[in-house]
């Protein structure tokens, strides 16, 4: 069944980077991979100091993919932060039949999408925002919806 | 994301404390998706 495992300061182990990784394929270029698992064992180390909330997304066997919130403010703005998202190699650019025939990064945006309304129903939230990594990614976030604040290349979703 | 590589450390980059008045001018002036915003919270997704 398709579902989105939460992991956070109460139930993440030391062990946390470990299993996360042992489910997930990392890309094949392999100065892509270390950036990767460089980022993985980041954002799990802030997610025991109760810095981000992981949602790792899978469905039986299978694990798609994750993202990690937290958070933020742009200015005096209160925003959802997007920290990481990450997509196991395998399921990199295909729509997915189990998750609406969306691509898995999508259905990972519109996720943090519904998180944010949730939480700006009980304390206030303006915008879910995020830094792309690189100008690819900066395109496939416009394509999603995003927008791009020119100077600092933040994109932000008004919600 | 908000996470960068320097030095070969894992940096973490916080959003703006202080935008310009034509940046502030854009995240005001822009629109909500209403249509994207529908899409993402008609549907169920289950947390465990």
Redesign the interface.
């Known amino acids: 069944m398709l579902e989105l495992k939460k992991y956070n300061a109460s139930n993440a182990t030391y062990r946390l980077s470990v299993d996360i990784l042992s489910k997930l394929s990392l890309s094949t270029n392999l100065d892509k991979a270390q950036r990767e698992k460089l980022f993985i064992e980041d954002i799990c180390k802030r997610v025991q100091k109760n810095g981000t909330v992981l949602y790792l997304l899978r469905d039986g066997d299978e694990t798609y993919g994750f993202i990690a919130l937290s958070v933020s403010s742009i200015d005096t703005f209160p925003s959802l932060q997007v920290d990481y998202i990450f997509v196991s190699e395998p399921y990199r650019g295909i729509c997915l039949e189990n998750l609406d025939n969306t691509k898995t990064s999508t259905y990972l945006i519109e996720f943090a999408i519904e998180i944010a309304k949730e939480i700006q129903d009980q304390v206030g939230l303006r915008y879910l925002v995020l830094l792309p990594d690189n100008d690819r990614l900066q395109s496939v976030y416009k394509e999603m919806g995003f927008q791009v604040l020119p100077k600092n290349e933040w994109m932000f979703i008004k919600l | 994301?908000?996470?960068?590589?320097k030095d070969k450390q894992?940096v973490?980059?916080?959003?703006?404390?202080?935008?310009?008045k034509d940046?502030?001018k854009?995240?005001e002036n822009?629109?909500?998706?209403h249509k994207?915003?529908k899409?993402?919270?008609a549907?169920k997704?289950?947390?465990?």
């Open positions: 994301m908000a996470l960068i590589i894992v973490y980059v916080a959003p703006p404390v202080k935008l310009t940046e502030k854009i995240l822009a629109s909500v998706n994207l915003v899409k993402a919270t549907r997704y289950k947390i465990v």
